[in-house]
């Protein structure tokens, strides 16, 4: 199983950018997506996480200001991030519960794209 991010970048304050993550390998099925992030000093945070039925759930300083989707005929995870500030610069991650079989889950990362808020 792989997670592959793109999407970051350097944008200025209030500015938006949309962070994407495909999932591939052996896939059964794919339960909780999520997005991390770590800035430079700092443990890995949960930014937001998506299930499978569409549950979403997001960090509080984030809230109201980033969107979580998935496409799961895509296998795909989204983050879109408006109204960006200084403060979310870190490097971001996807992170997903892939079942390999019926009966067997792996927990698998994406090697993290860099976001930097920035005049």
């Known amino acids: 199983v792989q997670l592959q991010a793109s999407g970051g970048g350097l944008v200025q304050p209030g500015g938006s950018l949309r962070l994407s993550c495909a999932v591939s390998?052996?896939?059964?099925?794919?339960?909780?997506m999520g997005w991390y992030r770590q800035a430079p000093g700092k443990q890995r945070e949960l930014v937001a996480v998506?299930?499978?039925?569409?549950?979403?759930n997001y960090e509080d300083s984030i809230k109201g200001r980033f969107t979580i989707s998935r496409d799961n005929a895509k296998n795909m995870v989204y983050l879109q991030m408006n109204s960006l500030r200084p403060e979310d610069t870190a490097v971001y991650y996807c992170?997903?519960?892939?079942?390999?079989?019926?009966?067997?889950?792996?927990?698998?990362w994406g090697q993290g794209t860099q976001l930097t808020v920035s005049s």
């Open positions: 998506i299930t499978n039925g569409g549950i979403t």
């Open positions: 992170n997903a519960d892939v079942l390999v079989t019926r009966w067997f889950k792996k927990n698998a």
């Open positions: 390998g052996g896939i059964f099925s794919i339960d909780d």
